[in-house]
DNA sequence: GTCTATAGATGGATAGAC
DNA sequence: GTCTATCCATCTATAGAC
């Protein structure tokens, strides 16, 4: 009974697992509230209350850690993403219409960051790593772009008129729109519209965007 | 004739002028390539040819020169879009049509970032600075909306009949797209492109932005 | 496995000689 | 004013005690 391989590995398993996901989630929200350069290994450990050796005994590095979470929240938010392109895919009979389209991109980075919805420190996290990601994260985004050659795919389908060249062109502007929705850019417009823009209602920020980047793909 | 005051003061003034260019100038290049923080000061002064303490005795510190190249190259950016409105509201009788007025935001940026153009670093340093720049530098970005109260005022001229609230979002959508115009997003739409896409020919693409953003005003 | 103590490296800033 | 030498703070990573 005190052969260590017949001892019930729960209790110490659970514990270690229970420690790993605290240091990644800590990590997580530092770094999606203040950069991924100005949070430090000791600002983790102290936040999620744990010993400072933790973050390289749980994931080899800092930025194997940064890597990590970047790995798993983009490979979530693309697979809710295609979801949603697939479902809009057999509403319509294989070809859904460009607003369809955009709003399967659209709509899982906008509905994370509603207020108070649990993955929004998520989305402001990815939003980060687009422009202040470590060479090893920025080399994935510009290397993997299988998940928009199905969007880019299904544009060419809704609009087969245009020319492909076109199609790429304004999707790297609805990206862009898409990129933009950082907090600091909503405080930014908040102050110059005098307290007019309120980017709380998710569903109606959505609404607003797809008006403006469908009618962009129609013109 | 020996009196110091009397010495023509020519010589040492240009010599510390020339310093302090070269060091603005190494600065602002290695900022727009790799990055505020991955940049040291001792990596400044030597691709400036200076010694170290240079940026301390010319700019009191590494933050302050930061700090000025913003101010200086900002400025810059806003007088030229300021005056392109100036002078489309001189052709339009007081009114000129959302296509200008967005011309006039878009057109300075785009043209700065052509390659071979001697801003091409400057217009990098920009975009870099809303993402990565110091707290006073997104303070400064976050309240210093005067340039853009013009625009907002110059498209409610133009869509009388558009709530102010839609004017205000649209323009969000429109700052989106500029500030996406980073090479890193220009080597990921090469990709996925399969070189379809050239950002070469600035004024093909701000033709195209036009196109896209005029569309999703008139909407 | 957890934790402390510390190594090892880097970078911003500055004193002081010239 | 320029430049070297150095201080001092900070950070990541790890060795070693328990």
């Not at 993997?144 to 062109?169: C, G, I, N, Q, T």
Request: hydrophobic share 40%; net charge negative; aromatic share 8%.
């Amino acid at each position: 009974m005190t052969d260590p391989l017949l001892q019930d590995p729960h209790d110490s398993d659970e514990a270690q697992a229970a420690t790993k996901a605290a240091v990644f989630n800590a990590a997580e929200r530092l770094f999606a509230l203040h950069g991924f350069q100005n949070v430090s290994v000791r600002d983790i450990t102290a936040e999620a209350g744990v010993n400072l050796a933790s973050v390289n005994y749980h994931f080899g590095s800092k930025d194997a850690l940064l890597f990590e979470i970047f790995r798993r929240r983009t490979s979530e938010l693309n697979r809710e993403r295609a979801r949603m392109l697939h479902e809009a895919t057999a509403r319509h009979a294989g070809s859904p219409p460009v607003r369809d389209i955009l709003e399967a991109y659209f709509g899982p980075p906008l509905r994370w960051g509603t207020p108070d919805h649990d993955r929004r420190v998520s989305a402001q996290f990815i939003i980060r790593a687009r422009s202040e990601g470590t060479a090893e994260m920025r080399e994935v985004l510009r290397n993997d772009v299988s998940h928009l050659e199905r969007f880019a795919a299904a544009l060419m389908s809704a609009r087969p008129d245009l020319p492909k060249e076109d199609v790429y062109w304004r999707l790297h502007f609805v990206l862009g729109m898409v990129h933009n929705n950082r907090f600091a850019e909503f405080d930014r417009l908040h102050h110059l519209s005098g307290g007019l823009t309120r980017e709380g209602d998710t569903e109606a920020l959505l609404a607003r965007m797809l008006d403006f980047a469908e009618a962009g793909f129609m013109a």
